[in-house]
């Protein structure tokens, strides 16, 4: 069965640091990985996603995220964080037989001031 | 110009009550999804139509039955609501070709009492 681990229920980070949320992957076949951020009281949007091609994917927001086919990763990544990055981040892989997407337990990014 | 919108926004029930949550999308996708959010941020899919044809049916109480009238909406009725069924209740939508990212609504916050 597909599933997605978030290791990490809080990161905390500096402004201006630069910031890695975690994420491992389970699945059968050709992972499909997504990245979606939550803000309070709004839907999930999304940020990136890896099908294939080049290991690092740029997104969003000046997001990116590195795929680790060897390490089963796909680590949310930004270079210099900011206040308003701070939310609730979701990583989630596509079961490719199914229509599935399984999301992973989400972890909070809190940057400080 | 809201692409996936849920009405409605707050629902605040007793138990026993029968209540419906609507979803349309405006986004000519021809899939759609139905996910609950627990208190915990817990993501867990519950429905997922395609082309009005139910094509994902977690395992979920038989309370809960979705009704797809046309590819553009995909509505939610539970019955004999109990305690258990307070939760963030969020519509999705996709264009099934080319591995796009689900569009998700703002929510629906169900409130059993």
């Known amino acids: 069965a597909q599933s997605v681990a978030q290791p990490e229920d809080q990161v905390n980070v500096a402004e201006g640091n630069p910031l890695t949320v975690k994420c491992t992957y389970s699945?059968?076949?050709?992972?499909?990985l997504f990245w979606y951020v939550q803000y309070p009281n709004r839907g999930l949007q999304f940020l990136l996603k890896?099908?294939?091609?080049?290991?690092l994917v740029k997104g969003s927001y000046g997001f990116e995220a590195e795929f680790n086919k060897s390490q089963t990763s796909f680590h949310l990544k930004k270079p210099s964080a900011l206040v308003s990055d701070s939310a609730l981040y979701f990583c989630?892989?596509?079961?490719?037989?199914?229509?599935?997407?399984?999301f992973g337990t989400g972890t909070r990014l809190k940057v400080l001031a | 110009d809201t692409a996936v919108s849920q009405t409605p926004k707050y629902l605040v029930t007793q138990m026993g009550n029968d209540k419906s949550i609507k979803c349309e999308q405006n986004?000519?996708?021809?899939?759609m999804y139905w996910y609950k959010q627990d208190s915990k941020k817990f993501l867990k899919i519950m429905f997922s139509?395609?082309?009005?044809?139910?094509?994902i049916n977690e395992t979920v109480p038989n309370r809960f039955s979705p009704k797809s009238p046309d590819k553009a909406h995909l509505n939610l009725h539970i019955n004999s609501l109990e305690l258990g069924d307070s939760a963030v209740y969020f519509c999705?939508?996709?264009?099934?070709?080319?591995?796009?990212?689900?569009?998700f609504g703002n929510g629906t916050r169900l409130t059993v009492t």
């Open positions: 139509y395609n082309n009005k044809e139910l094509i």
């Open positions: 986004l000519g996708h021809d899939t």
């Open positions: 999705a939508s996709r264009q099934e070709a080319g591995n796009s990212p689900l569009h």
């Open positions: 699945v059968s076949g050709n992972p499909y």
């Open positions: 890896y099908i294939t091609g080049d290991n």
């Open positions: 989630a892989v596509r079961d490719g037989g199914t229509y599935k997407y399984i």
